[in-house]
């Protein structure tokens, strides 16, 4: 099992940034985030494995939104720049240790282990 905690999420305004973070309990091979939007399905946002060797982004997040981690503190990280109204959702963490089809596993949204969310609001 794995424990993950999100923090960081908050009011803020269009164009704005904020810091996500995920404190997990150990390490997996793959960390991600999601979101769901007030009566929209979850989707995925971004990706990253711990060796910083793989990162995917959803297209609309490129160019404003950057994952990172810190292993020391098996930590992951979601940097939001340029926040727009329609980021606002719930944003979740999520994780897997499975190695073969790890990227698909955020495509379909089905990592094993989930945060409880984090909500981000931004306001026009």
């Known amino acids: 099992q794995v424990q993950l905690v999100e923090s960081g999420g908050g009011l803020v305004q269009a164009g704005g940034s904020l810091r996500l973070s995920c404190a997990a309990s150990r390490r997996t091979f793959t960390v991600g985030w999601f979101r769901q939007a007030p009566g929209k399905e979850r989707e995925f946002v971004a990706v990253i494995t711990w060796s910083g060797g793989m990162i995917y982004y959803q297209d609309s997040v490129k160019g404003r939104f950057t994952i990172s981690r810190d292993n020391a503190k098996n930590t992951v990280f979601l940097q939001m720049n340029s926040l727009k109204p329609e980021d606002t959702a719930v944003y979740y963490c999520?994780?897997?240790?499975?190695?073969?089809?790890?990227?698909?596993?955020?495509?379909?949204?089905?990592?094993?282990?989930w945060g409880q969310g984090t909500q981000v609001t931004v306001s026009s």
């Open positions: 999520a994780a897997d240790d499975r190695v073969q089809g790890s990227r698909s596993l955020y495509y379909t949204g089905t990592p094993d282990y």
